[in-house]
């Protein structure tokens, strides 16, 4: 069965203070890893979308990986603005649907 | 304002009730998409549509239905409503079938009391 699993549930930074994120994922065939940024009450925005192994992908102070097994959001010298929950999806080959199969999410807290 | 349009952004409903929950996709989006997100189970797919045909199903139950209409906005149904129907109800749009350009509306949060 397909599944995401995300590390860990919660992580509280001080500002400034880096870290990681870690997704992973047992699929049958990966066609593509989302991250989305989730803000409480509102709808997941897309980050970014990662397609094969090595591949790495940026915007601001966030940085997406790809391995085989595994994605990690880099999370540098955060802001409290960055405080929200994060979510990895995967779209599996096979089929003709376009399902995303979520993680469960990290919330992250960046305090001043 | 990602494109996706959801109403009503709330509702509170009594148990034994039915509701429907609509969704205007992106311009230009065939695909909609419908997911379920409790505080407990993270978001869940539950069905996908794609220019008018339903694509896939995901674990929607058999008391929810949904459809799409020749403009391409969405309808999601929700009858005989339980007290564990309360969640926060997401709507999605793509420009094909496969998923890719996934983006999300604000949702409807349901609340059966």
């Known amino acids: 069965e397909d599944q995401v699993t995300q590390s860990p549930e919660a992580l509280r930074l001080q500002e400034g203070e880096s870290s990681s994120l870690n997704c992973s994922y047992t699929v049958s065939g990966l066609r593509g890893l989302f991250w989305y940024r989730q803000d409480p009450g509102k709808g997941p925005e897309f980050l970014f979308t990662?397609?094969?192994a090595g591949e790495e992908k940026e915007k601001e102070r966030l940085k997406a990986t790809l391995t085989k097994k595994e994605s990690f959001l880099h999370i540098t010298a955060p802001k409290p603005e960055d405080s929200a929950t994060y979510l990895c999806?995967?779209?599996?080959?096979?089929?003709?649907?376009?399902?995303?199969?979520f993680g469960k999410g990290t919330k992250l807290s960046v305090k001043p | 304002d990602s494109g996706v349009t959801q109403t009503p952004k709330h509702l509170i409903t009594a148990t034994g009730q039915r509701v429907t929950l609509r969704c205007s996709p992106r311009s230009g989006d065939l695909s909609v998409y419908w997911y379920q997100q409790s505080l407990d189970q993270g978001l869940q797919f539950l069905i996908q549509y794609y220019n008018g045909e339903e694509r896939a199903k995901g674990n929607i139950l058999e008391r929810f239905s949904a459809q799409q209409f020749p403009d391409l906005h969405s309808e999601l149904n929700l009858s005989s409503l339980e007290l564990g129907d309360s969640a926060l109800y997401f709507c999605a749009s793509s420009v094909g079938g496969s998923g890719d350009g996934y983006t999300f509306g604000s949702g409807t949060r349901l609340t059966v009391v």
């Open positions: 990662l397609y094969s």
């Open positions: 999806a995967v779209l599996t080959i096979g089929g003709s649907q376009g399902n995303l199969i």
